[in-house]
């Protein structure tokens, strides 16, 4: 595992950071152990704030604590990941068709200019770069929708989603046919087409939930 580069934010949130990027570029692999002596010397920090950052995993279920042995890496099964994603997909529809109505002509081209830099970044191969812009992309239609149950159950979840993202973001074929959907998405969100948002919104995350269940099959 790298060498931590902790800022100035508080101590657990920067070691939540550290692990939960770890963990979502493969460094910390699905099952392995999280050694508190090895990733507390690695980043120079007391076990205190490191603990507080594995629960706050723990409680967003991307660690799993096995009495007597210590806390793991969750490994995601095939039917996690497609109970996860069918409820993301109900969510993020309902996002988009009120995110279509509701949201600013400012708002449209901002959602546009993530569409433009996701497209450079997949381009240019930058996985980093392109995992944090779709990201990015999902978040601003949430927050576009106005409703703060709904934000709040999607972000309830994105730390589990950010991590699968990963996985499927590794496919070239994917990342393709993703941004694909993301310009349809953006067409239907300038002519205000609610439906149209929608629908290709639900074909994107079936799509992302599929090359992921395939991985996980192999």
Known sequence: MQSGK?????????VYNYLLQ????????????????????TL????????????RLAQEGIVVEIPYRGNFVRKFTTREVIDLYEVRKTLEMMAIRQAVQRMSDEEAAAIAALVTQTAKAQESGDLEAYGRLDAEFHDKIARCSGNQMLIQLLGSMSAQINIIRHMANGSDKVAKKAQFDREHMLTAIASRDA??????????????????VSRLDE
């Open 6 to 14: 902790l800022t100035k934010l508080p101590m657990k949130q920067e």
């Open 22 to 41: 770890a963990i979502m570029r493969g460094e910390l692999e699905p099952g392995k152990q999280l050694d508190e002596k090895e990733i507390s010397e």
């Open 44 to 55: 120079g920090v007391s076990r205190t704030p490191l603990r507080e950052a594995v629960n």
């Open 195 to 212: 439906e149209a948002a929608a629908r290709f919104m639900e074909e994107h995350i079936s799509r992302v939930m599929e090359e992921v």
